[in-house]
């Protein structure tokens, strides 16, 4: 590839079409976590941690908690 990275070497369609593809999995990744949870009883989830923005948060027990780093508080 002469020094170029894997996306520098694709064309602007390719790209978008990765990117396509890469929406509908974490589409399809957010679908099954929300319906494990749901067969969970006592956890939901709920927006992305404010402190790493690296996970949605958990529900559980009357308390936020972020698997990722561990931050959370009661609701």
Do not use: F, W, Y
């Not at 957010?30 to 927006?47: H, N, P």
């Not at 996970?55 to 990722?68: A, E, W």
């Amino acid at each position: 590839m002469d020094g170029q990275t894997m996306a520098e070497s694709l064309s602007e369609q390719e790209l978008a079409e990765r990117v396509v593809r890469a929406e509908r999995r974490i589409d399809c990744m957010e679908t099954a976590l929300a319906a494990v949870t749901d067969e969970i009883d006592g956890v939901s989830l709920s927006s992305r941690c404010s402190k790493c923005e690296q996970s949605l948060l958990l529900i559980k027990d009357g308390m936020l908690h972020c698997p990722n780093c561990g931050n959370g508080h009661p609701l």
